[in-house]
């Protein structure tokens, strides 16, 4: 991931996610923002380590991404097989959705449905859980799956940390958590959110 664009977006996340680190620790949204490991490149997977080089953890009240285990090392990713039986070809789950988990049972469990990373062709994608089982069962027929990027670095810059946040909670969430606002409190009247907020107050969504 070399090319002048990919070096421009993966400049961006770095700025971005500097000025949400500064932003969170001035107001006190809620999220988090843990800053990443060192990783070494992977050949296979072409900006990804390059990627997870810049985000470490970051979650707020809908979503928590972080690197996959798999990516970690060449060992790890060598390590990593293919399922036969997986009619989407074992994809990388980059992060999962939190609104369904209890905020008191999330420190338990990694996560709610996938957001995935195609090893193939780099693409992340989501795909609802049902359409997922339903592809094992019957792994000829067509199912619907929406493509949200078509590379990592894009995904983050974009989707997560960028304009198109709030269509990323309709798409998995549906428009109604989208558009929840707060009824209660000194922020009644704003995205119930935490992490759209922040976004807000950095002037990187709306």
Same mark, same amino acid.
């Given at each position: 991931?070399?090319?002048?664009d990919?070096?421009?977006v993966?400049?961006e996340?770095?700025d971005?996610?500097a000025?949400?680190?500064r932003?969170?620790? $001035? %107001?006190?949204f809620?999220v988090?923002?843990?800053? =990443? ?10 900006g990804v ?5 810049l985000v470490g953890?970051?979650?707020g #009240?809908?979503f928590? +991404? ?7 090392s ?5 390590? /990593?097989? *293919?399922?036969p039986d997986?009619?989407?070809?074992s994809p990388l789950?980059i992060?999962?959705e ?6 008191? &049972? ?10 995935? &990373?195609d090893i ?11 359409? /997922?089982?339903?592809?094992?069962e %019957?792994? #000829?027929d067509d *199912?619907? !799956?929406?493509?949200l990027? =078509?590379?990592?670095?894009t995904? +983050?810059?974009?989707?997560?940390l960028? =304009?198109s946040?709030p269509?990323?909670v309709?798409?998995v969430?549906g428009p ?13 009247g $704003? !995205?119930a959110?935490?992490w759209?907020?922040? &976004? ?6 709306s």
């Amino acid at each position: 991931m070399s090319s002048p664009d990919a070096i421009g977006v993966l400049a961006e996340i770095r700025d971005k996610l500097a000025l949400l680190t500064r932003l969170e620790a $001035e %107001h006190g949204f809620g999220v988090v923002i843990e800053g =990443p490991t060192p990783l070494e490149p992977l050949p296979d997977l072409p900006g990804v380590a390059e990627v997870y080089g810049l985000v470490g953890r970051v979650e707020g #009240d809908n979503f928590r +991404f972080r690197p996959p285990e798999e990516i970690t090392s060449p060992a790890a990713w060598s390590a /990593y097989t *293919v399922d036969p039986d997986d009619p989407m070809g074992s994809p990388l789950p980059i992060g999962h959705e939190v609104w369904s988990i209890p905020k008191g &049972l999330r420190s338990e469990i990694p996560g709610g449905a996938a957001i995935f &990373l195609d090893i193939e062709d780099l693409e992340v994608y989501w795909m609802e859980p049902d359409a /997922y089982m339903f592809q094992y069962e %019957h792994p #000829d027929d067509d *199912v619907e !799956y929406t493509v949200l990027a =078509p590379d990592l670095a894009t995904f +983050f810059n974009d989707w997560v940390l960028g =304009p198109s946040y709030p269509d990323l909670v309709a798409t998995v969430l549906g428009p109604g958590v989208r558009d929840r606002r707060l009824r209660k409190g000194r922020h009644a009247g $704003e !995205y119930a959110d935490n992490w759209r907020r922040l &976004l807000i107050t950095a002037g990187l969504s709306s």
